[in-house]
């Protein structure tokens, strides 16, 4: 089964119901018929909360945050192994720490990234992008 870990780009777009949302929402009516696994980092979540938080409010954050818990997504914690991988990414790479924690994540389970986040071509030789535009 093909896999696919959202990064924060992604779900902005998503929820902001931007010109790629469409792309997001194949990616997840794929997942809700289980014919594709859709994953995030749990740091990416928290990102995207504090983002939606930032640019409207905190009741909007809530709904988002409400929203993403009944998607058909495996949210992945920050184990220790997680932060460790992740911060070697940044260590070497020009990402935000958020993005290294995708693209762990991508690696550890041999998925794409979905993004539209033009820092992710540092890691293009790292790990598959599925670029929105």
Not at 25 to 54: N, P, V, W
Request: charged share 20%; hydrophobic share 50%; proline share 3%.
């Amino acid at each position: 089964m093909d896999g696919y870990v959202l990064d924060t780009f992604a779900l902005m777009a998503y929820f902001q119901d931007e010109q790629s949302s469409d792309k997001i929402e194949a990616l997840l009516t794929q997942a809700l018929d289980k014919q594709i696994a859709l994953c995030i980092s749990q740091i990416s979540a928290g990102e995207l909360f504090y983002m939606t938080h930032r640019k409207h409010d905190a009741a909007r954050a809530n709904a988002v945050w409400a929203d993403l818990q009944e998607m058909p997504l495996a949210m992945y914690p920050a184990t220790q192994a997680r932060i460790l991988a992740a911060a070697r990414i940044k260590a070497t790479h020009r990402v935000s720490y958020a993005d290294a924690f995708a693209i762990a994540l991508a690696q550890e389970l041999g998925c794409k990234i979905v993004t539209g986040d033009p820092e992710f071509k540092e890691v293009e030789a790292l790990v598959p992008v599925m670029w929105l535009t």
